[in-house]
Nanobody, 120 residues
Framework: QVQLVESGGGSVQPGGSLRLSCAASGRIFSIYSMGWYRQAPGKEREFVASISWSGGNTYYADSVKGRFTISRDNAKNTIDLQMNSLKPEDTAVYYC?????????????WGQGTQVTVSS
């Protein structure tokens, strides 16, 4: 099992910045990728960004490229999402996800979510 705890959400005006953090615990050694997803009211959950746990390869949704940066700290078992130039359409609940494997079986774990509101 992997446990995930997010922090750092809040309210900000358009153009502002927020930094989200996600701390992982439990079977850390089984994690091969972590990332962020978001879900706005009335919409499906969508991919935002991800990072490989070993090589540090990063991936971003087109909608956040150039504005968001995902990073990891393997020593602290955390990932962060630095969000700059925030727009009202970035308003959503942001979820941290960890993907792990045990043999040929893949597991996905989710955090409880943290609210991000971008409004003037």
């Amino acid at each position: 099992q992997v446990q995930l705890v997010e922090s750092g959400g809040g309210s900000v005006q358009p153009g502002g910045s927020l930094r989200l953090s996600c701390a992982a615990s439990g079977r850390i050694f089984s994690i091969y990728s972590m990332g962020w997803y978001r879900q706005a009211p009335g919409k499906e959950r969508e991919f935002v960004a991800s990072i490989s746990w070993s090589g540090g390869n990063t991936y971003y949704a087109d909608s956040v490229k150039g504005r968001f940066t995902i990073s990891r700290d393997n020593a602290k078992n955390t990932i962060d999402l630095q969000m700059n130039s925030l727009k009202p359409e970035d308003t959503a609940v942001y979820y941290c996800k960890a993907s792990s494997s045990s043999g040929s079986i893949q597991y996905d774990y989710w955090g409880q979510g943290t609210q991000v509101t971008v409004s003037s």
